[in-house]
Nanobody, 121 residues
């Protein structure tokens, strides 16, 4: 029902910033709860940040609080992850994910292809 494409990854030095974008192709983008996950080599995929359908509520994992900000622009069918003060530990493939908002506690079952973020020390 929705296709997701991430962009904006790259190589930055520690302390630098990146903004990731996730473009959605569906016609009902505003009905989806959106999130960012990441996966480092040899590790399990982990939740990073999520945002409600209207953008009024967000949450994030403790390790990125105060540094990363998730936002969305429903008119542009796009979700963003602003990453500031990046650390080498943030190095991972970052994935955009979506779930149908009206459902009760559904899993994130729509995924983008991922974008690489590499932070050098």
């Amino acid at each position: 029902q929705v296709q997701l494409v991430e962009s904006g990854g790259g190589l930055v030095q520690a302390g630098g910033s990146l903004r990731l974008s996730c473009a959605a192709s569906g016609r009902t983008f505003s009905m989806y709860v959106m999130a960012w996950f990441r996966q480092a080599p040899g590790k399990e995929r982990e939740f990073v940040a999520g945002i409600s359908r209207g953008g009024g509520y967000t949450n994030s994992v403790d390790s990125v609080k105060g540094r990363f900000t998730i936002s969305r622009d429903n008119a542009k069918n796009t979700v963003y992850l602003q990453m500031n003060n990046l650390e080498p530990e943030d190095t991972a493939v970052y994935y955009c994910a979506a779930r149908w908002g009206p459902a009760v506690s559904p899993p994130y079952n729509y995924w983008g292809q991922g974008t690489q973020v590499t932070v050098s020390s």
